[in-house]
C-alpha cells in the first residue's frame, strides 16, 4: 500500500516569512495526484494546491507552491509571505490510480507575530 | 453552490449506544470517503462509497457500516459504542474521475 510519510509534526515561520513543508511518499504507480490539505483549528478542512504526477511543472496557487520531485518521491509545500491565518494543520495526501486516497499524519504550523 | 453538509455536528452518547452521522454531498459527487480524526491526530480512513457500492474500507471493526444513497449522500452507523469512539468523522465527497477531496465540516461524537 501506498504510505505518506510527514516528518515534521510541528513547524513554526515567523509573519511575512517563508517555510517549506516536508512530504515524501511511497509508490509504485507512475499516474497518481497529490495535495496539500489545510485544517485551521476546529474549522473545515480545505485543500490548498494540488499536482499531477504527469506534470513537470509544480503548481502554484499565490503564496503556495510545490517542489515536486517525482524520482525522488518528494512533494514539499513551500509558503511564502507567511500570515497569522496560515496558522494550521497541513496536510499531505496522494490519490491513486484507483481512487483510494493516503494521508500524512499532519504539520502542525505555527505562525509566530 | 452549496457545500458538502454533515449532521449532526456535535453528538454526545454513552457506551453501547449506536450513531448515525449523516452527509450530504456537493451535486455531481459521486463518491464518498469517512475519515475518523481523533483529538490531536491524523485521518484514519474508514469507508469509501461510490455509486452506492462500498469500494473499500479501512482497519475498524464491523460495527462502523454506512451506506450510500441514490442522491449520494451518505450515512456513517457505529453500533455498540465504546469511549475510543470519540472523535471527528469527516466525510468528503469527491467527483468522478482524479479530483480532491471536498471536506464537510465533520460530527463531532462524544461517547460518555
Known amino acids: 500500500a501506498q504510505t505518506v510519510t510527514q516528518s515534521q509534526p510541528e513547524m513554526s515561520v515567523q509573519e511575512a516569512e517563508t517555510v517549506t513543508l516536508s512530504c515524501t511518499y511511497d509508490?509504485?504507480?507512475?499516474?497518481?495526484?497529490l495535495f496539500w490539505y489545510k485544517q485551521p483549528p476546529s474549522r473545515q478542512m480545505i485543500l490548498v494546491i494540488r499536482?499531477?504526477?504527469?506534470?513537470?511543472q509544480n503548481a502554484t496557487e499565490n503564496r503556495f507552491s510545490v517542489n515536486f520531485q517525482k524520482a525522488a518521491k518528494s512533494f514539499s509545500l513551500k509558503i511564502s509571505d507567511s500570515q497569522l491565518g496560515d496558522a494550521a494543520m497541513y496536510f499531505c495526501?496522494?490519490?491513486?490510480?484507483?481512487?483510494?486516497?493516503?494521508f500524512g499524519t499532519g504539520t502542525s504550523l505555527t505562525v509566530i507575530p | 453552490e452549496a457545500g458538502v453538509t454533515q449532521s449532526p455536528t456535535h453528538l454526545i452518547k454513552t457506551r453501547g449506544q449506536q450513531a448515525t452521522l449523516r452527509c450530504s454531498p456537493i451535486?455531481?459527487?459521486?463518491?464518498v470517503y469517512w475519515y475518523q480524526q481523533a483529538l490531536g491526530l491524523g485521518l484514519q480512513f474508514l469507508l469509501w462509497?461510490?455509486?452506492?457500492?462500498?469500494?473499500n474500507r479501512g482497519n475498524f471493526p464491523p460495527r462502523f457500516s454506512g451506506r450510500q444513497f441514490p442522491n449520494y449522500s451518505s450515512e456513517l452507523n457505529v453500533n455498540a459504542l465504546e469511549l475510543e469512539d470519540s472523535a471527528l468523522y469527516l466525510c468528503?465527497?469527491?467527483?468522478?474521475?482524479?479530483?480532491?477531496?471536498?471536506f464537510g465540516e465533520g460530527s463531532r461524537l462524544t461517547v460518555l
Open positions: 495526501a496522494y490519490r491513486s490510480g484507483w481512487n483510494q486516497f493516503y
Open positions: 509508490t509504485s504507480e507512475s499516474d497518481y495526484y
Open positions: 468528503a465527497p469527491s467527483s468522478r474521475g482524479p479530483g480532491e477531496l471536498f
Open positions: 462509497y461510490d455509486e452506492g457500492e462500498e469500494r
Open positions: 499536482q499531477e504526477a504527469y506534470k513537470q
Open positions: 451535486s455531481g459527487h459521486t463518491s
